[in-house]
């Protein structure tokens, strides 16, 4: 059995009387590649805040590269990368100053070098000077994904990185994704709404639907146990409508 | 601050700023030579003996005009500045970029405050420092030690206040729930603080307003009381105060010490109010 890279414990997340995670209890192996999936509302942002300790849990626990996100959220907070949705970055500054200033807050002191190896790990050379205002979607992503990253962290948190993007954008992204799993050994927790590229880049997926998890398992397991299912969008319609034998 | 050098709007407003303090010392120096010439003919046709009201003037006169432009220009700058700041986080949710980093609120919220401090030092610095060089250049030398002091003095106290206004501007930019209210509410708090309290005060006199001739000060009473609570809230009079007396303004009079301490304590007060901000509320989107 792997070690877990993420565990949550009865995890909740409440705002007032309603529940947006409701006693979440999962576990992700190191070096897995998880693709969290459910429809808007069912509890995916506010997994991945939680994850990242961007939100205290109202109850239960959980732990990311092996720190508490409730007792040591400084400690999961330098083990982790984390690309938000439709994330914007200081437009007005190039995309060298941004990275700097996100290396810096990850505490690299002297970020330059290690910039540029992401940047080149990213195939992103030749743009550090240009500022990231004039940048397409597709380039911002890339610069988000960079960020993420420069610290070499452990555990990648990526919610929604293909929304907004061309099909050239989500290709790209996909082998950074499977790169970065690949060669990095990182492990990936993702939200997504694209399940073509869940098939393509997960090993394991997760089902939310109102703040409860319904399904956790490996990719390969979850398509053999529906043969009867053509492909991975009618299991997940099964699976988030309850409607399972 | 890197951004914030950056911003186009920071620029305009350095700009102007820099320009107004520059052409407070010029304005000095252009009064100074037409009241002297007139004064130089006068005195040529014998028709006055009285001295040059120019004569006693302490170089330090021709940076007085600074301390309203300070007041007006300075602190809307400071205001812009500050929520600009916090509310481009906020609109680009690159706030939770910063967050899930290990950097506590505190300290994000402090380094922002250290950056808008710096930019503001820059620019009060530039001013200054060119406001020094026309003065010594008008004076016929370079200011001696002690006025040099004072200069120092006042732009220190400057950027006490526009601190002050910057934190006002990030409490805004990070509370609002709208980016125009960001804006209006400190310039709203701006104004009551330096043109409403003041006239509260004067308005206590009513006998100061309606005759030239000053009254004759009363002691004690509603008007005093009234006067005892507003003077201290009015922090841009309290820096009128301090600044005039430190310029060697010998028609202000007043408590220098005790008006520095207010600016301070309201400097100090506001980054207690602004450091506390939680995270949830950092994080927060914008209702547009």
């Known amino acids: ?245 | 601050m890197l951004t914030t050098r950056r911003a186009r709007t920071a620029h305009l407003l350095l700009f102007v700023f820099i320009g107004m303090i520059i052409a407070s010392s010029i304005i000095g120096w252009v009064t100074n030579r037409t009241v002297t010439g007139v004064y130089e003919k006068v005195v040529a046709d014998g028709l006055t003996t009285a001295p040059n009201p120019f004569a006693g003037v302490t170089p330090l006169y021709y940076l007085r005009n600074a301390v309203i432009y300070v007041v007006l220009i300075g602190s809307l700058m400071a205001i812009v500045l500050g929520v600009q700041a916090t509310l481009r986080d906020r609109k680009a949710a690159t706030t939770d970029l910063v967050l899930s980093r290990p950097v506590g609120s505190v300290s994000r919220l402090l380094g922002q405050l250290a950056g808008l401090g710096v930019v503001l030092a820059a620019s009060i610095g530039i001013s200054f420092f060119v406001s020094w060089v026309i003065i010594s250049v008008i004076n016929g030398a370079p200011l001696g030690w002690a006025d040099t002091g004072r200069v120092i003095g006042f732009a220190l106290l400057s950027w006490v206040l526009l601190t002050t206004f910057a934190l006002l501007g990030m409490l805004t930019g990070l509370r609002s729930k709208q980016e125009t209210t960001a804006l209006l509410v400190p310039f709203v708090i701006w104004s009551a603080v330096a043109f409403v309290l003041p006239q509260i005060g004067t308005a206590a006199r009513p006998v100061s307003l309606l005759n030239p001739v000053p009254a004759v000060s009363s002691t004690g009473g509603y008007f005093d009381i009234v006067s005892m609570v507003t003077g201290p809230v009015s922090m841009t009079e309290q820096f009128k105060t301090a600044s005039s007396i430190i310029l060697q303004d010998t028609a202000v009079t007043g408590n220098a010490a005790f008006s520095i301490l207010i600016l301070v304590g309201v400097l100090a007060v506001m980054m207690v109010i602004v450091a506390a901000t939680p995270r949830s509320r950092m994080r927060s989107g914008l209702n547009e």
């Open chain 1, 1 to 245: 059995m792997t070690k877990s890279a993420i565990a949550t414990d009865n995890l909740s997340k409440s705002y007032g009387s309603g529940v947006a995670l409701d006693a979440l209890s999962l576990a992700v192996g190191i070096g897995e590649v998880f693709g969290l999936l459910g429809h808007n509302g069912a509890g995916k942002t506010t997994t991945v805040n939680v994850l990242t300790t961007l939100l205290e849990p109202t109850r239960g626990n959980a732990e990311v590269a092996g720190h508490s996100v409730t007792a040591d959220a400084m400690g999961v907070r330098a083990a982790i990368g984390y690309l938000p949705e439709n994330v914007q970055f200081y437009d007005n500054l190039t995309l060298m100053e941004n990275l700097r200033f996100f290396a810096r807050l990850s505490g690299l002191r002297r970020p330059d070098q290690r910039i540029h190896d992401v940047l080149r790990i990213l195939d992103f050379e030749g743009h550090d000077r240009q500022r990231v205002g004039t940048f397409s979607k597709g380039m911002r992503q890339r610069v988000g994904i960079a960020q993420a990253i420069l610290h070499s962290p452990s555990v990648l948190f990526l919610d929604e990185p293909t929304s907004g993007l061309d099909p050239e954008g989500v290709r790209t992204l996909r082998e950074t994704i499977v790169r970065l799993n690949a060669e990095f050994g990182m492990t990936i927790f993702m939200n997504t709404h694209l399940l073509s590229e869940v098939t393509k880049t997960c090993t394991s997926i997760g089902i939310l639907r109102n703040g409860k998890l319904v399904h956790q398992d490996t990719l390969a397991r979850t398509l053999a146990d529906f043969p009867g299912e053509e492909s991975l969008e009618e299991i997940y319609f099964r699976l988030e409508s309850g409607h399972v034998s």
